[in-house]
């Protein structure tokens, strides 16, 4: 089964989970010299989405890939109407960063989540109940110049059908006033997957992705940010967990990510303001907009609260197949793709649709050496607030929240 992190972050189309529990490897302001205490931290996650399901039951067996020709696979959904749960998530993360010899740092995340619930087998129908448990870990190795930085980085994720191997490198160069950093970067992920549904299928998959960003601060109270980034991937792509799914063996993408804090000294409120846009366009061509605001606030003796607010928005895949009229007057068939169609996918998360998410984050520094922090978010994602207009009116509205609890230590 796919990671859970992997599948929820496609789903809400922010990298939700991914952003929440992942290593903090690369910080907005570039540090050139190296921590001077270490710390360790411990962050749990619970994460449910729901959705609209039909209301007759659904039985389905069809074959995964006409390409392959493979086994079948049997889905059921349960009957029933209005939103239902839909995925469950709890995961936890352990992370250390430890300075060595006033020069190095070393650090490690070990990451582990499970998910249970039922998943669409095609559109936002024919629910199949699926379990997994991923187990992931990374390690990073810094080095620490007058002016820079050079990491090194490696990982390794495991679930049922799925391993993942990953090596990253990464440097930063500042000018001698340290107001401008120029990063470079790049990593490469090789995959495996065998996946349950369809026994004896080995496939792979490879992307390597490079980075270079500039970080500028422009006055004491504002520090903004440009990276360009860009991934050529290989290999399998299709969902093997989804009817009437075939994709191309190939995908390239490219991102451009602006950032911009202001820290609000003047006013008597000592906040900070995160304003970020990202925008991606890939070679399933996809295009996808996001705009995300967060305000930082210092309450009272320690205390700190932070509202947050993002707006995603992207276009349907060229090989997307909307939901066709006979599927609309009955859920329990899945829209046939045009005939002479070589790539076509029925997976909501290739359909043109506009999603938001607001939440809070409160904090409390304990003392200078403990941290702790709650956090809540809610999304909800529907097809006509795309950017590009549309959406697929045969999808019903998709609705997830997450919360997260961490506690840290410095030493």
């Known amino acids: 089964m796919r990671s859970i992190v992997t599948t929820h972050s496609k789903v809400l189309g922010t990298a939700l989970l991914t952003a929440a529990m992942a290593l903090p490897s690369?910080?907005?302001?570039?540090?050139?010299?190296?921590?001077?205490?270490?710390?360790?931290?411990?962050?749990?996650?619970?994460?449910q989405d729901s959705q609209s399901v039909v209301s007759q039951?659904?039985?389905?067996?069809?074959?995964?890939?006409?390409?392959?020709?493979?086994?079948?696979?049997?889905v059921s959904g349960s009957a029933g109407s209005g939103s239902q749960d839909r995925i469950d998530v709890n995961a936890y993360s352990i992370m250390a960063l430890v300075p060595v010899a006033g020069k190095w740092s070393v650090g490690t995340t070990y990451t582990s989540d499970s998910v249970s619930g039922a998943s669409p087998a095609y559109h936002s129908s024919g629910l199949a109940k699926m379990t997994d448990l991923r187990r992931v870990i990374d390690v990073q190795i810094t080095r620490y110049f007058s002016r820079g930085s050079v990491s090194f980085?490696?990982?390794?994720?495991?679930?049922?059908?799925?391993?993942?191997?990953?090596?990253?490198?990464?440097?930063?160069?500042?000018?001698?006033d340290k107001n401008t950093t120029l990063t470079l970067g790049g990593g490469v992920n090789n995959d495996s997957i065998n996946p349950v549904t369809l026994p004896g299928l080995d496939e792979k998959k490879q992307?390597?992705?490079?980075?270079?960003?500039?970080?500028?601060?422009?006055?004491?109270?504002?520090?903004?940010?440009?990276?360009?980034?860009?991934?050529?991937?290989?290999?399998?792509?299709?969902?093997?967990?989804?009817i009437k799914d075939n994709r191309p063996r190939e995908r390239n993408s490219v991102t451009a990510l602006g950032r911009w804090n202001h820290h609000f000294d003047d006013n008597g409120t000592d906040g900070t303001i995160h304003l970020s846009y990202r925008y991606y366009s890939d070679t399933f061509g996809i295009r996808a907009h996001t705009l995300d605001a967060e305000y930082v606030q210092p309450v009272y003796?320690?205390?700190?609260?932070?509202?947050?607010?993002?707006y995603y928005s992207q276009n349907e895949a060229d090989f997307y197949i909307a939901v066709g009229a006979a599927e609309k007057a009955d859920p329990s068939q899945p829209t046939p793709p045009p005939a002479n169609a070589v790539y076509y996918s029925e997976d909501q998360r290739m359909s043109a649709f506009g999603a938001v998410t607001y939440g809070m984050k409160v904090s409390k520094q304990i003392n200078k050496d403990w941290l702790?922090?709650?956090k809540y978010?809610?999304?909800?994602?529907?097809?006509q607030w795309s950017l590009s207009g549309g959406g697929?009116?045969?999808?019903?509205?998709?609705?997830?929240r997450s919360i997260q609890a961490g506690i840290s230590r410095e030493f």
């Open 26 to 47: 690369l910080q907005f302001a570039n540090a050139d010299t190296a921590p001077e205490r270490g710390i360790v931290s411990f962050k749990y996650l619970n994460y």
């Open 57 to 74: 039951p659904v039985s389905i067996t069809n074959g995964i890939n006409a390409i392959s020709g493979a086994s079948t696979v049997s």
């Open 377 to 383: 978010e809610q999304y909800e994602q529907r097809g």
């Open 207 to 242: 992307v390597t992705a490079g980075l270079i960003g500039v970080t500028r601060v422009l006055t004491p109270q504002d520090i903004v940010q440009l990276n360009v980034g860009y991934s050529n991937g290989s290999g399998y792509y299709s969902d093997p967990y989804k």
């Open 153 to 176: 980085g490696t990982n390794y994720s495991k679930e049922t059908d799925y391993i993942s191997r990953g090596f990253s490198v990464q440097g930063s160069l500042s000018t001698e």
């Open 372 to 374: 702790v922090d709650l």
């Open 392 to 400: 697929d009116k045969g999808l019903t509205p998709f609705k997830a």
């Open 301 to 310: 003796k320690g205390w700190t609260a932070t509202p947050l607010l993002r």
